[in-house]
C-alpha cells in the first residue's frame, strides 16, 4: 500500500506542506485569542451527525436519517433559535457529498446552509464525522487524504461566509473504535491499522486545513477531541494502561507538531509510522487560528478495578482537571465541544456541573471560548457506540425526537439567560469604547 505522502505528492506537490504560504511550519501557532473572534462567550449546541459504517460495511449509521433531520431541519434550526443560541456544532454528510473524484452532490447542504444563514447561525462546520464515502472504503485507504482535502476545498468555496471549520471531527476516537475496537468502518483490531487510521486521520486534517485557509485566510478551527482519562486502582501500574493515557494525546500531538513521550514515540514506529512521515508531521502545525476543542462525557472517565474490570467514574477528575492538562501540554484556547447525559432527569445537573468546571478553568485565565451541550434533539444507540442498530432512543438533546423540550433545554435558557453576555476573557467589554452621546465606537 502506498503511503499517504505518496497520495499528497501526487496531488499536491513535494509532499511537505512546511513553509507553505498559508501555514505549515511558519503559520499561526494558536497561542492567545483568535483575533476577529465575536468578544462574547459562545454559547452552542449541535445536531448529531455520525455515519460510519457497521457489519464489515453493509450498514451504514446516518444520525442525520434516524433522528429525521433531513426531512425536519428547517424546524431544527428554528430551535436552535429559538433557544437563544447563536453557534451550532453542524456536520455536513461527507459520505452523501463526495460522490467520487471531482464529483459533488451539494442539494441538502445547499438547502441546510442557506437556511443558517438566513436565520443568523454562525456555524461550526463538521466536515468528516467518524465515517467516508463507500468509494473510498475506509480509513486504512491513503487516498482518504487527497480527496478529503479536494472535498473541503470545494466547501470553502461553496460557503465562502463560513469561518469556524472542525475538519474531522474526534480523530483519536475515530480510529481507536476504527481500528482498534473493532466497531466501525474497518473493524479492525490492531495497533498497526490504528496508527495507520490514526496518521491518514491526521494528515486529512491538515491537507484539508490548507485547502480550506486558501479560501479564508483567517479560518477558524475548532478541533474536537475527546477528554479521556483512565485511573489504574493497581498499586503496581501496567504499562499498557499508562501507555493508552498517553496515546489519547496522540492525535493532537501529530496535529500541533508536538513530540509526544519516548514510548509513544516508540509505539508509533514499531506499528508502521515511519520516520518521514512523523518528520513531516512535526514540520509544523496547520493553518488558521487553531482551537482545542475538548468534548466531555462522564463516560470518557474510567476506571480500572484491581481484577481489571472497566467501570465509568463519571467526573472524578472532570472536565476541568482533564481539559487542565491538555492546555497546559499545547497552550491553546479551549472550547468545551460536547457533554450531555444518556437520562433526561440528570441533564439539567449535568449541564451545571459542566458550567462550574468552565467558570472554574476561567478564573485560572485558561483562555475559554464557548460550550456545547451537545445535541439539539435526542440521539439513537449511543448507549452501545452505534455498534448495533436497534432504535434505542438516548434522551440527551435539548428537545426530544418530537421537538418537544427536555428539563435540560429550560436549563440550559436559565444559563443564557444569567450568563449569556459574559465575554471570551474576563471583563473583554473593556475593548469595546463607546463615546456617548456621539456613539463613536472603538473596536480594538
Not at 165 to 184: C, F, R
Not at 322 to 350: F, S
Not at 379 to 391: P, S, Y
Request: some cysteine; glycine content about 8%.
Amino acid at each position: 500500500m502506498k503511503s499517504f505522502l505518496t497520495e499528497i505528492k501526487d496531488r499536491f506537490g513535494d509532499g511537505n506542506y512546511e513553509g507553505d504560504q498559508f501555514g505549515g511550519a511558519q503559520g499561526h501557532n494558536g497561542n492567545g485569542l483568535p483575533t476577529g473572534l465575536p468578544n462574547n462567550f459562545m454559547f452552542a449546541t449541535g445536531i448529531e451527525c455520525s455515519y460510519p459504517t457497521i457489519d464489515h460495511g453493509t450498514t451504514r449509521r446516518d444520525l442525520l436519517a434516524e433522528c429525521d433531520h433531513y426531512n425536519r431541519y428547517k424546524e431544527d434550526l428554528g430551535l436552535v433559535k429559538e433557544m437563544g443560541l447563536k453557534v451550532l456544532r453542524y456536520g455536513l454528510p461527507y459520505y452523501k457529498i463526495q460522490r467520487g473524484p471531482g464529483k459533488y452532490d451539494w442539494e441538502f447542504a445547499d438547502l441546510a446552509m442557506g437556511e443558517m444563514q438566513r436565520l443568523g447561525i454562525t456555524p461550526i462546520l463538521d466536515l468528516m464525522h467518524f465515517g467516508v464515502p463507500d468509494w473510498l472504503g475506509n480509513f486504512q485507504n491513503p487516498e482518504l487524504v487527497v480527496h478529503f482535502a479536494d472535498y473541503c476545498e470545494q466547501v470553502a468555496k461553496r460557503y465562502p461566509w463560513v469561518r469556524y471549520y472542525t475538519p474531522v471531527n474526534e480523530i483519536y476516537v475515530t480510529a481507536k473504535m476504527s481500528a482498534k475496537d473493532g466497531i466501525w468502518n474497518e473493524q479492525l483490531r490492531s495497533d498497526k491499522a490504528f496508527v495507520t487510521a490514526l496518521k491518514h486521520c491526521v494528515a486529512a486534517s491538515i491537507m484539508g486545513t490548507q485547502q480550506i485557509a486558501k479560501q479564508r485566510p483567517d479560518c477558524v478551527i475548532v478541533q474536537s477531541e475527546s477528554a479521556e482519562f483512565t485511573h489504574e486502582l493497581r498499586a503496581e501500574h501496567t504499562s499498557a494502561v499508562q501507555l493508552d493515557n498517553l496515546l489519547r494525546f496522540t492525535s493532537l500531538d501529530l496535529l500541533y507538531a508536538h513530540h509526544p513521550e519516548g514510548e509513544v514515540l516508540n509505539y508509533l514506529y514499531d506499528n508502521g509510522m515511519t520516520r518521514r512521515e512523523y518528520d513531516w508531521f512535526m514540520a509544523g502545525e496547520p493553518p488558521g487560528y487553531q482551537v482545542m476543542g475538548n468534548d466531555y462525557y462522564g463516560r470518557n472517565e474510567k476506571i480500572m478495578l484491581p481484577n481489571g474490570e472497566i467501570v465509568t467514574s463519571m467526573d472524578v477528575l472532570g472536565w476541568y482537571n482533564i481539559t487542565r492538562d491538555y492546555y497546559q501540554r499545547y497552550k491553546k484556547p479551549v472550547m468545551h465541544t460536547e457533554t450531555n447525559v444518556l437520562e433526561a432527569k440528570d441533564g439539567p445537573t449535568w449541564l451545571w456541573k459542566q458550567w462550574v468546571n468552565i467558570l472554574r478553568i476561567r478564573k485560572e485565565g485558561v483562555p475559554v471560548l464557548g460550550f456545547t451541550w451537545y445535541s439539539l434533539i435526542d440521539q439513537i444507540d449511543w448507549d452501545k457506540g452505534l455498534a448495533t442498530k436497534t432504535g434505542t432512543v438516548n434522551p440527551c438533546g435539548l428537545f426530544d425526537l418530537d421537538r418537544r423540550p427536555r428539563p435540560v433545554a429550560d436549563a440550559y435558557k436559565m444559563l443564557l439567560q444569567e450568563y449569556g453576555q459574559i465575554t471570551i476573557v474576563p471583563h473583554g467589554e473593556l475593548f469595546e469604547i463607546t463615546d456617548r452621546p456621539a456613539t463613536l465606537k472603538v473596536e480594538v
